[in-house]
């Protein structure tokens, strides 16, 4: 190793901090689309089968939002989509996604 | 007279004539002694570094060999025939990467991921603070490391301590010792690196910004999460398997409360031995011909530029999702996402205060702030699939 | 581009192609998990079993290498050179047969003898239990089984994970998976497994049969007697001295009173490290090519028969000491023979209790339990001479 | 291994079995024999000397019961000594033990 | 029936007939439990180390071979193969030097050194102590043992057990067993071997001294301590660096204040574990060839005088340094500086008291009594410097 | 090793001796001296600078005794270089020690 030397690794470096970075947002994308999905199918089964024995105490009041869940899941797969197709993280642009 | 004239030869005062920068070395370890006590720098493990890294250069001592590690190659012939010091033998746990993993385990058995099962795009925040580690890949690509090194050094922008020892002790073993200083001392100095470039980057309505109660986790769903990261990190990334799979095993122990005594024992005991074990290990391998030179100070550098790339990463990318959803995030708590747990999510907490008192963002800094542990483990993974 | 390239196969998707097998593993290990979680399944050993299963089949991620063990030769240069992952390195503690030892100090320094030094003829009952082991054995022959494979087989009809863990690692390490599986699970079955058999071999009047209350026993005998079952047995038997020496010196550390701080440890924090490492590595030797095999459900039939078989023998024999004994034994303490302590004696005392509820069979059925544990060291010694 | 295949080790498996159970059941007996006589020297002892300064305090009044300890005793040697002959287990036969 | 044949000849009892002094071994493994648990000798150390010797003499129980280490070399063939015994391999810890050190990062945890700092020339009496060994080393020289030989017998009269392993399992390790034995049993007679030495050469006057109250010792004198011990001694003499650094890494520990959840593991669970290994396996290196000898004898002999010459030294020198100074040091605390602490100090106390109710001597002595751990950790030095 | 023979390491065992407890009490001294300079050192911090926040409560009264203090330091000194000298134990000789 030389300090201080021109790099030698020159062409190939930004490949990597390129495969890096994707690889990390993809990852974790896809972490975030499986705990949508999973908590969806926890709400879902816990309609469809009796409640909990023994529910956590909610800390507080809080609003059920079922409908906001499945938005953020069709945002979070169409980023993964995104994502998948190769583009960088700069280039993600969402159209679709709209509150209703 | 023969004996004594021998005797006289082989203490330190006569070696440390052939090895004067040993006295610096001593120096150093009892300066970050002294950030350890005094200043309560990461002690559990910088105590156990700066003790190790003192013992390493007692001149003539032979607790650690450098020699018997180097190139990367184990000298088991010295080892075997009972040569090796006990830092020698410590240092295999390092080397071959075991000592990571099991306080990993520890790790996992005390994190709970339930505020990032609650908001999951946390996890966003917690990719985009791995930036500071591919920008100081590149610099440190630029100052002419080579790449692996280059990625050892990076790594500390991940503010986690096993998850560099683990690269580094596969990628570049002889820069462990300035690489393990530089992430620990960082991460104590989290407090001080981050809320500057965290105003920098935000206005000040930005850091008023309420977010809204997390919902409740439930037991099941706290069981299933870390089965489901393990299979699936690993199926994407295999070589991340080892850190992201310890970090899980030791999760399920805790949340599957059907093995207290398991999850307490890795907790503690487990986790405290491991600890310094790896803790004067990783500090023998500070020996001055690996410490004293040029480099440690580029990385030393380049391991706070890494830090506070990390942290404007996080903060940029909360920005950028504010621009796209409804509902808000703080963008305080994106710089959580290098890890560094509990103590980025706490500066998030205490920097959000200042502009409103009654603002808590703990909660909602613990899930960008795990989702960094699993950021990082993941870059490495990377790293590790490239050059290991 | 090449990069990607690489990258891309590597990916766990990638290599499941060539190993669609590791699919079903993981869904055994998911299979085992839920066992352990929900149905509560001797957890503290099937978690960790289960979550090694799932560690090692996770395409690529290298953390255990089954051919670094292939033929029972463990390939050090592999290993020496860092090539072997955390799984393969806790695996040497099975492989050399030192967690197994551990564990049994711990669990020697948690059994109290003093129900069976009260009634020694206990012992006869956990000496018939070992019937299944040897019953097994003989199917396991028949269905094609080497000798030493049949003994491993055979043996987890003793009820006794430790010592089928280090019989199998010395004579069949390659069954160490299903043979691990097998036990822990049916250990887990024995409310399930035990009392169809013990009502259909005794009457009602035999199980309302109420033993007169044991002895005191004195502090003395406590002491004495790990030691002179530690001498007798290994003069006997000199390949059960392992097992029963550590058992028997956990023992001693329990009864003589004077070194309580190690009793607590060696029950406590360093049983439940060795049961970590050694649950995650015996599961790891569960591969697809090892464990997705008809031997795998043959392993699994003829255990649930050497569980069934050891069970009847203890009743059985407890009937017959009956014809020859005029103070009556109640034949349901002879199932608690197969030791599985104390679960075992406990479902004694719950099916006893139907038939009267007045019964206390615990502590009766507390002696043949832990002779249980002595008779299948015993078994195994026998197997380990013959065979090992 | 060949599973379902004729066992080639048939021949000599019978032999293992008797091995195992006599050695288990011997080893075992000896045991008992080797307790009732570590029991007896207590007593023993217990009686000739002083007793024990702190005695565990018996969970309920337990009858003392001398004579069926020797008895037992005599019993577990007999079984000891038909295993020592080399018989199997079905074949022990206890003749002489009256309860007195 | 050649099988019944080959399993007769294999048990305990046909052994026996060609090693019958093994049955020798066990007697004596049985009177050291005696003394362990009944007579309360050191405990925590002579019942492990006799229930070792126990098992190793079990006539073919193959738990330790003497032969893998034959010569001071590891036969790492035969232990890589699997060939090794529990006991081969925990033995490893003790052939490699790992253990000692471990137990003296604990033990100086456990310490407090204030009394020493606060009353420094107590080290004088620390060092007049180490007299025992080199006196022993003479007379062990005289009787025809080799100069490594004497220097292990020494050693017994630093009266401290990991020192005295570590400096015989480099120097001598055949003598293991006998020095082990040695060392913790005289330790645990230090009240019956010192009284008589201290009266003897003292007057009643001299034994009723009193001495001035310690001063207060500030935290950070507490701090530098450690470190500047173990920068100075390892200068001075790099071969007690282990010993010595790892005794002060504890005491940091400890003192440091900033590591507490370390401190306590090292004073517990990691010593208690080490303990066990360390005790097992040193009582396993005591077969009957190389316990049952005039050397032993010899040894036990030697060992006593050590512990006697090292009192007599501490309670001279004692006596010596009144002559000089005005403030008086009372003589009895001259014997606490053969270490066994606390042992000795509360020897010093009691003689103390007899004399004088009122005279509360036990801090005093609690300075001489930790600087005999440094003065034999030096002596230990020393030997190892010339003869290791 | 011949056990009561002759020994044959008979020229230089004293030596070892002499080494032994010479390097025992050189570096023991070294150490009084080096813990007193420290107590020095900490003194003259002590009363330099702030009082330690939480000062240790002390026993009892302890009465100050600065003046003692640099004596044995003297002392010690005398003691280390008298040793450095290569006289063994017995031949040190202090003459210039007086309590003022
Ligand atoms: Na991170
Ligand atoms: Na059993
Ligand atoms: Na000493």
Known sequence: MKLLAAASAAPGFLQVVAMGLITVFVVLICLIILIKIMGALMAGSAKSTAPQPVPQPAPAPVPAVPQPNKQQLVAAISAAIAEDMGSGVNHIKIHSIRKL | MEAIQNFLESTGFAVIANEPLDLV?????????????????????LLPIAFGMLLTNLPGAGMYHADYFAGGVINWEEL?????????????????????????????????????IANPKTLLLGAAAQLGIFVTYIGANLLGFTPAESGSIGIIGGADGPTAIYTTATLAPHLLGPIAVAAYSYMALVPVIQPP??????????????????????????????????????????????????????????ESGVVERLNKTVQNELMNIVTIFLGISVGATATAKNFLNLQTLAILAMGVVAFGMGSAGGVLLAKLMNVFSKEKVNPLIGSAGVSAVPMAARVSQVVGQKEDPSNFLLMHAMGPNVAGVIGSAVAAGVLLALFG
């Not at chain 2, 020698?88 to 746990?93: A, I, N, P, R, V």
């Not at chain 2, 965290?198 to 439930?218: A, D, F, H, N």
């Not at chain 2, 990190?233 to 399920?252: E, H, K, Q, T």
Request: aromatic residues 8%.
């Open chain 2, 197 to 254: 470039i965290m105003k920098l980057l935000t206005t000040k309505e930005e850091r008023r910004i309420k977010m809204k109660q997390l919902r409740p986790v439930s037991k099941t769903e706290k069981i299933l999460f870390p089965i489901m990261v393990t299979i699936f990190v690993s199926f994407m990334l295999p070589s991340a398997a080892p850190l992201v799979g310890c970090l899980m095993l030791g999760n399920l122990m805790r």
């Open chain 2, 25 to 45: 070395m001593l120096a150093i370890s009892c300066v970050l002694l002294y950030l350890a006590i005094v200043k309560k720098f990461e002690p559990l493990l």
């Open chain 2, 80 to 116: 075997g025939t009972g040569h090796g010091g006990l830092l020698d033998y410590l240092y295999l746990g390092v080397k071959l990467g075991i000592y990571p993993c099991l306080i990993f385990i520890g790790v996992g058995a005390g994190t709970d991921f339930a505020p990032l």
